[in-house]
């Protein structure tokens, strides 16, 4: 019988090398990190802590909280798979299976990581991040958020991030203190809301954007061996699932706030544009290789979507 892989367990330096893209730390960095044990900040728009596209299921040891004010992905929580999108809160308990998938280039807000040690350091009640509702032992939380309780949180992020960067004495106990604020925040949001802000990653319209999505990101996958798309229309994605052309319409924008046709389009272009910049391959082989009969329609195509001619992108490119 085969071995079951093992999921990986990281901890607060491990998952680093495993979650971002980018280039080694700075002697700054590495310095105010030292300054305080157990605890980071950062902003996801950081080009040194940008998120893989895709991240395999593993643990991590510590808690994490994120905030995300742009991009989108599909971020699995233990059972439970979110579509999440800018206006989100998010709390990831340790131990809890996790795994992360987008096909977004660019996210903005920030994410916070810190063991238990730290924050209920001097506490009498070492359960006490325990009890909070967003990390319960079933699982995790994502808040929904509007506009306005989307700056404060952001704001309060931001904070936490100044003072983390700040050469204080006392910088721990400050940051303990903006995030029992930040609990405090969202525990009376819960509270107020009677739950309505949890987002219900089960519910039908959740369970139908992410199959969507899912759909057709798998449909790309031949390009990775330079073989055509297989995207279908939209009425054959409603087919396969199951629901109405319109229904999906409707379904994707609302919870996604893009329809079907502009997740594919916004896909097309983006794999469009890798192709010009990083291949020899000619522009008809590209028409060709993202189901576009006629060359000349997909020059037409990526020029009303972007501005410039498929030559002028990989001149623009190649020029850089």
Same mark, same amino acid.
């Given at each position: 019988?085969?071995?079951?892989?093992?999921?990986?367990?990281?901890?607060?330096?491990?998952?680093?090398?495993?979650?971002? *893209?980018?280039?080694?730390?700075?002697?700054?960095?590495?310095? @105010?990190?030292?300054?305080?044990?157990?605890?980071?900040?950062?902003?996801?728009?950081?080009?040194?802590?940008?998120?893989?596209?895709?991240?395999?299921?593993?643990?991590?040891?510590?808690?994490?909280?994120?905030? #995300?004010?742009?991009?989108?992905?599909?971020?699995?929580?233990?059972?439970?798979?979110?579509?999440?999108?800018?206006?989100?809160?998010?709390?990831?308990?340790?131990?809890?299976?996790?795994?992360? *998938?987008?096909?977004? !280039?660019?996210?903005?807000?920030?994410?916070?990581?810190?063991?238990?040690?730290?924050?209920?350091?001097?506490?009498?009640?070492?359960?006490?991040?325990?009890?909070?509702?967003?990390?319960?032992?079933?699982?995790?939380?994502?808040?929904?958020?509007?506009?306005?309780?989307?700056?404060? =949180?952001?704001?309060?992020? #931001?904070? @936490?991030? &100044?003072?983390?960067?700040?050469?204080?004495?006392?910088?721990?106990?400050?940051?303990?203190?903006?995030?029992?604020?930040?609990? *405090?925040?969202?525990?009376?949001?819960?509270?107020?809301?009677?739950?309505?802000?949890? #987002?219900?990653?089960?519910?039908?319209?959740?369970?139908?954007?992410?199959?969507? $999505?899912?759909?057709?990101?798998?449909?790309?996958?031949?390009?990775?061996? *330079?073989?055509? #798309?297989?995207?279908?229309?939209?009425?054959?994605?409603?087919?396969?699932?199951?629901?109405?052309?319109?229904?999906?319409?409707?379904?994707?924008?609302?919870?996604?706030?893009?329809?079907?046709? &502009?997740?594919?389009? &916004?896909?097309?272009?983006?794999? %469009?544009?890798?192709?010009?910049?990083?291949? %020899?391959?000619?522009?008809?082989? $590209?028409?060709?290789?993202?189901?576009? &009969? !006629?060359?000349?329609? =997909?020059?037409?195509?990526?020029?009303?979507?972007?501005?410039?001619?498929?030559?002028?992108?990989?001149?623009? =490119?190649?020029?850089?």
């Amino acid at each position: 019988m085969e071995k079951k892989k093992e999921i990986p367990v990281f901890n607060a330096r491990s998952f680093r090398d495993v979650y971002f *893209q980018g280039p080694e730390e700075t002697e700054r960095l590495e310095a @105010i990190r030292a300054s305080v044990a157990h605890f980071e900040i950062h902003r996801r728009d950081d080009f040194r802590f940008r998120c893989k596209n895709t991240i395999a299921s593993n643990r991590l040891d510590f808690h994490l909280i994120f905030i #995300v004010t742009g991009g989108e992905g599909i971020h699995t929580f233990g059972e439970k798979e979110y579509y999440i999108k800018p206006g989100m809160l998010c709390f990831v308990s340790p131990g809890l299976i996790t795994s992360w *998938q987008t096909t977004v !280039d660019e996210h903005a807000g920030y994410f916070c990581a810190f063991t238990s040690d730290f924050y209920q350091a001097g506490l009498k009640d070492q359960e006490t991040l325990s009890n909070l509702p967003f990390f319960h032992a079933d699982g995790s939380s994502v808040l929904n958020l509007d506009e306005k309780l989307t700056q404060y =949180f952001n704001n309060l992020f #931001v904070e @936490i991030e &100044e003072e983390y960067n700040a050469d204080n004495t006392f910088k721990a106990d400050l940051l303990r203190a903006l995030l029992n604020l930040l609990f *405090q925040k969202a525990i009376k949001l819960v509270d107020h809301e009677h739950g309505k802000c949890l #987002v219900d990653s089960g519910n039908a319209s959740q369970r139908i954007a992410k199959d969507f $999505i899912r759909l057709y990101q798998k449909d790309f996958l031949p390009l990775i061996e *330079q073989q055509p #798309v297989t995207v279908n229309s939209l009425a054959d994605y409603a087919a396969r699932m199951a629901v109405t052309q319109n229904h999906l319409n409707d379904t994707v924008k609302a919870v996604t706030g893009k329809t079907p046709g &502009e997740h594919l389009r &916004e896909r097309v272009l983006k794999e %469009a544009i890798q192709l010009l910049s990083h291949t %020899a391959l000619s522009i008809s082989e $590209i028409a060709f290789l993202l189901q576009f &009969e !006629d060359p000349s329609y =997909f020059a037409r195509f990526f020029r009303k979507y972007t501005g410039i001619s498929p030559k002028e992108q990989r001149q623009k =490119f190649h020029s850089v």
